[in-house]
C-alpha cells in the first residue's frame, strides 16, 4: 500500500514551502515509479503560516494539486495536529481498500518558523490584538481564554506534567531519563538535526521554560515537508498493511473535559486496538514534549496510568532496549516540522518497516506502533502496522 | 438570550467585579465558558448565576514573560463545580501550587474591561 515517499527537514528554510512540496513529491513519485497523472487522490493537512507565512488558504488540497499539475477525484484535509500525518496515512489507506482513489499522494508539512518570526519580530503589528484574534480562533470562547498570558502550548503540558508529578510523584528525572533514552537513538540517525551525548543532569540544567519542563523537553519547531503515496500495485516498498486503527477526538477546551488533564484521547483510541503489544517490535510516539510521551505510553496500556516514571526506569526504551521507543529520536531530535504534524513520527515507521532506517534499524521490524496526538490533548490516531499474511 | 447578550452580561459582571457561571435549569449542568444553549442537553432554559469565587488550583504552570516577570497560569476548579483557566496573582509564588485555595480578582486588561484573575488565600 506504501508506495513511495520522502521529506526534506532543515532548521530554517530559506525558499518558498513550495519548493519543499515539489521536491518532497517529486522524491516519492519517483520512488514509487509514478508521474503526476497517475495521482487520483490528495490529501493535505493546513495550518496558518506553514505556507509561506500565509494566514489563510482557501483551498489548500487544490494549491498543491494546482501547483504539481495533479488532477484528483478524491480529496480530503485533514487537521488532527500532531496526530495529522497518521490520521492521513489512515484515510489515504481506507480511500485505496474502498475505490474512492488508486493512488493517493499525501503531503504534510510547512515552514512553522514564519510563525515565530512574524508573531515574534512583527509583521502583525498592523493588525490589532482584537483583528488578529478573529482570524485565528482556536474555540468559540477565545476573548476569555486569550485575554490570560501563558505559553500556549507549552503551559498546557507543562501542568498536564504538574499535575502528573503531583499525582503519582513523577519526577523531573524520570521525564529527563526519557529525553536521554530518545537523544541515544538519535545519536545513531545521521538525519537528527540535535546530537551529541546527553546526561539526565544535563536536561535538569537546561532552562526551565514553564514549570517543570525544561528546555531539552521540549520540541524545537523547523521547517520541512513529507510526501507519501498509498495506492494499488507493488513498489520497490515492502508491502505495508495497518493491521489495526482506533482514533478518538476530544473537542472540549481543557478546562471543560471531565476527564484529567494527565489522560490523552490515546486511552481511547488504544481501546480500538486488537492487537497483542509484546508483539510490537518499535514504538512511534508523538513527542512534541516528554510528558506527552510518557502520558501516551500509559494510556496505549504498556503501564498503569501514574506508573510511568518506574516504566521508564527499569526497562530500556533504546534502539538497543527491550521496548524501543522513538527509535530515530523523535521530533525532540528531529525537530518538528510545520510546528504540528506528526512527520516525524510517520517516517521513522515507513523506514523501521523497509529496513532503511540507517544506524538506528531495529532487528526484525515487522509490527510497528505509531501513535499521533494532536492539539490539546484533542486528537489521537493509533496504528498498527505491518504486512498481512 | 443569544450568545452576544450573554458575552455582554459576562462583561457587565466582570466590571461589577462579579464572577458569573452558567446554570442550565433544565439538567442542572453548570458551566463559565459562555453560551446560548447547555452542552450537555442542548437546552435554552439556562440562569447566569454569581460565583462564590473561590475554589482551588487544579493545576499550574509559572514562566518568566516578555517582561522578564514571572507570571503563573493554571486552572482553578471553583466551589460550584466548574473551572476556568486564567491567571494567578501573587507575590508569594511558594503558596502556588496544586490544591491551594485561591480566590478572584479583578483587574483591568483591556481599557474599560475587568476580568477575573485569582490570588492566593493566606
Known amino acids: ?389 | 438570550m443569544n450568545l452576544n447578550e450573554i458575552i455582554q452580561t459576562y462583561y457587565e459582571y466582570f466590571n461589577k467585579e462579579k464572577l458569573p457561571y452558567i446554570k442550565c435549569t433544565n439538567c442542572g449542568y453548570v458551566f463559565y465558558y459562555p453560551r446560548a444553549i447547555c452542552p450537555k442537553c442542548l437546552s435554552k432554559k439556562l440562569s447566569i448565576m454569581e460565583s462564590k469565587g473561590e475554589g482551588e488550583i487544579y493545576s499550574e504552570t509559572k514562566f518568566v514573560n516578555e517582561k522578564g516577570q514571572v507570571t503563573i497560569i493554571g486552572l482553578i476548579r471553583l466551589e460550584e463545580g466548574f473551572m476556568i483557566y486564567a491567571n494567578i496573582l501573587t507575590n508569594r509564588l511558594e503558596d502556588v501550587s496544586i490544591n491551594k485555595k485561591v480566590k478572584v480578582k479583578f483587574k483591568e486588561v483591556i481599557k474599560g474591561q475587568k476580568f477575573p484573575f485569582f490570588t492566593t488565600i493566606s
Request: net charge negative.
Open chain 1, 1 to 389: 500500500m506504501l508506495l513511495g515517499f520522502s521529506s526534506r527537514y532543515e532548521k530554517v528554510y530559506q525558499g518558498s514551502v513550495l519548493d519543499l512540496i515539489a521536491e518532497t513529491v517529486k522524491e516519492a513519485l519517483d520512488m514509487a515509479k509514478l508521474e503526476p497523472k497517475d495521482i487520483d487522490g490528495v490529501i493535505t493537512t493546513w495550518l496558518p503560516w506553514i505556507f509561506d507565512g500565509t494566514l489563510a488558504i482557501g483551498f489548500p488540497e487544490n494549491y498543491i494539486s494546482e501547483y504539481l499539475g495533479i488532477r484528483p477525484r478524491f480529496t480530503d484535509l485533514v487537521q488532527y495536529g500532531g496526530a495529522s500525518a497518521v490520521e492521513m496515512f489512515y484515510r489515504a489507506y481506507k480511500a485505496v481498500k474502498s475505490g474512492e482513489a488508486d493512488r493517493v499522494l499525501c503531503v504534510i508539512g510547512g515552514k512553522g518558523t514564519l510563525m515565530k518570526k512574524q508573531l515574534r519580530e512583527g509583521g502583525l503589528e498592523r493588525l490589532s490584538e482584537v483583528e488578529v484574534l478573529n482570524i485565528l480562533r482556536n474555540n468559540p470562547f477565545d476573548e476569555f481564554i486569550r485575554v490570560y498570558q501563558d505559553m500556549d502550548p507549552i503551559s498546557f503540558y507543562a501542568m498536564v506534567a504538574a499535575r502528573h508529578s503531583k499525582l503519582y510523584g513523577t519526577t523531573d528525572e524520570q521525564r529527563a531519563l526519557l529525553a536521554v533514552q530518545q537523544r541515544y537513538n538519535a545519536n545513531s540517525n545521521e538525519r537528527a538535526l540535535f546530537r551529541g551525548p546527553l546526561t539526565v543532569k544535563d536536561v535538569i540544567n537546561s532552562r526551565v521554560v514553564s514549570t517543570p519542563l525544561h528546555l531539552l523537553e521540549i520540541t524545537y519547531p523547523i521547517d520541512g515537508v513529507l510526501a507519501f503515496i498509498v495506492g494499488k500495485g507493488t513498489s520497490q516498498l515492502r508491502s505495508m498493511d495497518i493491521i489495526s486503527y482506533g482514533d478518538a477526538v476530544w473537542p472540549e477546551f481543557f478546562a471543560e473535559r471531565d476527564v484529567d488533564i494527565v489522560y490523552t484521547p490515546t486511552i481511547e483510541s488504544a481501546k480500538k486496538i486488537d492487537f497483542n503489544l509484546n508483539k510490537i517490535d518499535a514504538f512511534e510516539i508523538y513527542d512534541a514534549f516528554t510528558i506527552m510521551v510518557l502520558t501516551e505510553l500509559e494510556d496505549l496500556g504498556l503501564t498503569e496510568k501514574g506508573k510511568i516514571g518506574k516504566f521508564v526506569e527499569e526497562n530500556d526504551l533504546t534502539i538497543k532496549g527491550n521496548i524501543p521507543v522513538n527509535t530515530g529520536g523523535g521530533s525532540l531530535n528531529m525537530g518538528q516540522p510545520a510546528y504540528m504534524s506528526g512527520i516525524i513520527i510517520l517516517e521513522e515507521a515507513f523506514l523501521q518497516f523497509n529496513n532503511m532506517a540507517k544506524g538506528h534499524q531495529v532487528n526484525g521490524a515487522d509490527y510497528i506502533l505509531v501513535n499521533g496526538l494532536g492539539g490539546w490533548n484533542t486528537h489521537a490516531t493509533t496504528l498498527v502496522i505491518g504486512e498481512k499474511r
